[in-house]
């Protein structure tokens, strides 16, 4: 018999099977908003201006394509660090900080997840319910058991906070949190500052473990204003993880551009982490990749490249928030019963709609219009084109 006779089907990503639904649909006025991309107005993904600029001077530059360091670009990590605790950061100063680049959002998890396994191997990990769906899979990959806190409240679409609160208090010490800095997946309801505080102070006082996932940073208010939760755990001196991506900010989704950040306690500390974190990557697939941290880099520390990024960065930002209002209005115009008011509310690429996984499902079959059954739309996937129709097939199966 073969080797593999014994091994079983794997189930199949949910999202990604919805994607194949979708592309095998040939109804013309099909709408795709389970993706986790942001598309322009136009229905495509961007590639930006600024990008365009970094790659231009990298092909004229014929630079050779030799191996980078295990952790990466220097000049990309630092950049990177500054981007998440601010110019000026006294952490980075102290040299608490550390940077590895990672192979997107999901490999700075993956490394961080590891690197916890193996210095907590009596911890658990809790994630917020619900949370994006890989978190659960790549934690319990790495090892660990997952338990989830209070999180999402569906009588006010909006958080539980109480029950977010209680629940981080009753977990035990040295519990890995994973929670999301801004723009959360796949609600979009995050908790306001004041309660990110309260958090904090119970994250510290219960002597848990942060580990923040920031993947849309620019994507809420704006780049300062969304790594304030970051800097807010690190003004508490607190020792945390900090996994962070440029797939979104960038448009550079198969590029693999992430960073794992680690705050430890002094620069001898960092030195010592960053050599285990070393170990891991190089046990895992050595280094990098050098194309996308380049151009990264270029445009993080090219000042020009740089305000251009911000600029298109903030037109994104700019266009969903837009979006969301237009929704909002256009669903009134159609005289629904439900208020819709909390999409406004929420931040970031998705909203939590609301509609069941009936109503859903009449959309991508009645419709066409293709949604997670959770009721999870992606507003970046609307668009001058296809809102009308989104508002009218929502207010039909309402
Ligand atoms: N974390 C969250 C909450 C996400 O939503 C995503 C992407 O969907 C990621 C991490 C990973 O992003 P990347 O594509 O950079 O691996």
Redesign the pocket.
Known sequence: TSLFDAVELAPRDPILGLNEQYNSDTRPQKVNLGV?VYYNDEGRIPLLRAVRQAEVQRIEAAAARGYLPIDGLAAYNKAAQVLLLGEGSEVIASGRALTAQA???????KIGADFLRQLLPQSKVAISNP??E??RALFERAGFTVETYPYYDPATHGLDFDGMLAGLKALPAKTVVVL?AC????TGVDPTFEQWQQIAQAVKEGDLVPFL????QGFGEGLEEDASVVRLFASLDLTMLI?S????SFSL?GE???ALTLVTSSQDESARVLSQLKRIIRTNYSNPPTHGGTVVSTVLNTPELHGLWAEELAQMRDRIRAVRTQLVEKLKARNVAQDFDFVLAQRGMFSYSGLSAEQVERLRVEHGVYAVSSGRICVAALNSGNIDYVANAIAQVL
């Open positions: 986790g192979l997107g959002g999901t490999g700075a998890l949370s994006w890989n978190h999301h723009c959360h997946n796949p996932d920031i993947a849309y996994s991506s440029f797939s979104k989704y693999r551009v992430g």
